[in-house]
T-cell receptor, first 111, second 117 residues
Framework: QKEVEQNSGPLSVPEGAIASLNCTYS??????FFWYRQYSGKSPELIMS????GDKEDGRFTAQLNKASQYVSLLIRDSQPSDSATYLC???????????FGDGTTLTVKP | ETGVTQTPRHLVMGMTNKKSLKCEQH?????MYWYKQSAKKPLELMFV???????ENNSVPSRFSPECPNSSHLFLHLHTLQPEDSALYLC????????????????FGSGTRLTVV
């Protein structure tokens, strides 16, 4: 079992729809959770971080964390073609600054 | 300058060459990382430095040699590489939570696209 697993993708949604990206992790004592966006040919960019159970909203993005289920998700509302990218989930252990990354899910938003 | 700066952006080298990749962060972070990203593959952690001490070496071949002279600079020295080493090499920085309690994520540089011929 991988330490961090994401939807295999690719995921395709129409413009204006909600895109839902999911991630599960194996280390129960993980404390910090991140979502990165990576455009083709570019480096990853941090877009969301979440540390407590529940929802965290930032503009059109909502991160959801459920530590009991070891599950973290990212919702993108009113998806735009510019949201088309690979989204990486990353998890930090309880005493580590190092992140473990998932393989990424590629999202395509069709006009 | 702000953020994390990597140079060069592109590098083509022969298998017998020696070259170095440079990374500089202007964020006051105390941890720096080298990652390798090959085409259609996930990020592979290579090295971790925290407060200039190498805390992780992820079974990387000795033809890759890291150097961290201070908390703002990180180098990756390359020698006698193989064609399969061609990839995007990413530097990142963060705050090491074990020392500061700050749980922020990574800031990545733009990467060096390396081609070994």
């Amino acid at each position: 079992q991988k330490e961090v697993e994401q939807n295999s993708g690719p995921l395709s949604v129409p413009e204006g729809a909600i895109a839902s990206l999911n991630c599960t992790y194996s280390d129960r004592v993980s404390q910090s959770f991140f979502w990165y966006r990576q455009y083709s040919g570019k480096s990853p960019e941090l877009i969301m971080s979440i540390y407590s159970n529940g929802d965290k909203e930032d503009g059109r993005f909502t991160a959801q964390l459920n530590k009991a289920s070891q599950y973290v998700s990212l919702l993108i509302r009113d998806s735009q073609p510019s949201d088309s990218a690979t989204y990486l989930c990353a998890v930090n252990g309880a005493n580590a600054g190092k992140s473990t990354f998932g393989d990424g899910t590629t999202l395509t938003v069709k006009p | 300058e702000t953020g994390v700066t990597q140079t060069p952006r592109h590098l083509v080298m022969g298998m017998t060459n020696k070259k170095s990749l440079k990374c500089e962060q202007h964020l006051g972070h105390n941890a720096m990382y080298w990652y390798k990203q090959s085409a259609k593959k996930p990020l592979e952690l290579m090295f971790v430095y925290s407060l200039e001490e190498r805390v992780e070496n992820n079974s990387v071949p000795s033809r890759f040699s890291p150097e961290c002279p201070n908390s703002s600079h990180l180098f990756l020295h390359l020698h006698t590489l193989q064609p399969e080493d061609s990839a995007l090499y990413l530097c990142a920085s963060s705050q090491d939570i074990r020392r500061t309690g700050n749980r922020g994520g990574y800031t990545f540089g733009s990467g060096t696209r390396l081609t070994v011929v």
